[in-house]
């Protein structure tokens, strides 16, 4: 009996670890918090004296929810402080724990302290932009609530220093304007460099489409880097298509390695344009171009979609592969809800994750059983949310396996006993 007992203790440990392990490898812990001067003097708080301000959270947020919590927080000590979370170029930089402890002092009486997850910033030095997460409070007042003189007053490489923070600040479009005049400096457009526009980042969003138009387009680097801007509008979008075929003629769109350095800018060309690719050109394009997809008119979508299932090209979705679904990317989310279903279910296992969350929940619901056992993993956590289905129980069925395994063994290890 005593053995029996041992038995199912260890096999309760075991699969409580196991649970443990995958619980830590989800979650990250995130503080922000805000203590008087003196801290910065060598001051430790003791543990009965709270800090003015503190935030934390135990589980890792999507990039929405990260930007939300940011906006609180800075609402909060926007008179001291702004606090931004910063969000490398690609997927596995957003997610690498690298924690670095920082504490500056500005004209107000406190002192920031940021312990947070931070992705990894070389690219932001090689343009010259130092590192910082704060701004100090009289610049925060400018840009919260000062007038466009104020903000005019603010020097031109305070801006570039803070462009971090300036981002993930909710701005009225007439000061972000005022912005990017600064970081302009009489300068004529043509004459800017993608390191610039790689430092403005979102602010692009808003600067006038005269300034759009005007980009250099002949530096394939500047188009890649817009081909690449999340957020572009559909007119936004078109404004840059016809600069690049003022610049590089007509036949740019018949052109696949053209296409693929254009990538999210593809939906500024007309219908005509798009029609005009061949079945030859379309298979040699990445999936990137399809990543603004959003841009594009619903018969834009339509047209690259009919492309896509020519028997020359894929074929119908029934004989789809995966790589045709990764090559397809976000056009996949232009399908309708017949269509859909006939994906083959094998191929859905090129789907990403990034392409159902641009889906509505009546296509999410076209997806049939079979479709949905070849979802990976990534991409099955994106459905179940979607759909508010409970999360995957592959863990638990792993647990039930053990002990269904298990549980005779201690029975039989009970009766020799």
């Known amino acids: 009996m005593n053995i029996r007992l041992l038995l199912i203790l260890d096999l309760l440990l075991f699969i409580q670890d196991q649970l443990n392990a995958k619980d830590t490898a989800n979650k990250t812990l995130r503080a922000v918090t805000i203590f008087p001067r003196d801290y910065n003097k060598g001051y430790t708080p003791t543990s009965s004296e709270p800090p003015l301000f503190s935030v934390r959270g135990v589980r890792r947020r999507t990039l929405e929810e990260k930007e939300n919590k940011t906006r609180k927080v800075m609402e909060k000590i926007s008179t001291t402080a702004v606090v931004v979370l910063r969000k490398g170029k690609n997927k596995k930089d957003e997610y690498k724990e690298e924690y670095e402890e920082e504490e500056r002092e500005h004209d107000d009486d406190y002192v920031i302290k940021l312990t947070t997850m931070q992705p990894n910033i070389s690219n932001g030095r090689k343009y010259g932009l130092e590192e910082s997460t704060a701004l100090n409070a009289l610049s925060i007042r400018m840009l919260l ?85 999340p957020g572009l509008s559909r007119r936004q979008s078109g404004v840059l298509g016809f600069a690049l075929k003022k610049t590089h003629g007509e036949h740019i769109i018949q052109n696949p390695e053209s296409i693929n350095r254009i ?155």
Request: hydrophobic share 40%; aromatic share 8%.
């Open 145 to 229: 609530n000062g007038t466009a003189d104020q903000l005019r007053n603010i020097s031109r490489e305070a801006i570039i220093k803070s462009l971090w923070a300036i981002q993930k600040i909710d701005l009225p479009i007439s000061k972000k304007l005022i912005i990017w005049d600064i970081l302009k400096d009489n300068k004529p457009v043509n004459t800017l460099k993608r390191s610039l526009f790689e430092a403005a980042g979102n602010l692009l969003l808003s600067i006038p489409e005269s300034d759009l138009f005007n980009i250099n387009v002949s530096d394939w680097q500047i188009v890649d880097f817009f081909g690449s801007l």
């Open 263 to 417: 990538k999210g800018l593809i939906c500024g060309f007309s219908l005509r344009d798009l029609s005009s690719i061949s079945e030859m050109e379309f298979t040699q394009i990445g999936g990137e171009v399809f990543d603004n997809i959003g841009a594009c008119t619903p018969l834009q979508k339509k047209a690259l979609l009919q492309i896509a299932m020519r028997v020359t090209v894929y074929g119908p979705p029934q004989v789809w592969n995966s790589g045709h679904t990764e090559k397809l990317g976000l056009l996949i989310s232009a399908m309708d809800k017949e269509t859909l279903p006939r994906i083959k279910p094998q191929a859905v296992e090129g789907i990403n994750p990034g392409t159902l969350r641009a889906m509505d929940p009546n296509q999410l619901r076209r997806f049939t059983k079979a479709q949905v056992e070849y979802m990976s993993d990534l991409t099955l956590t994106q459905y179940r949310q979607k759909m508010g289905l409970p999360s995957d129980n592959r863990q638990a069925d792993i647990q039930s396996s053990i002990l269904v395994i298990f549980i005779p063994i201690l029975y039989i290890l009970d009766y020799i006993v």
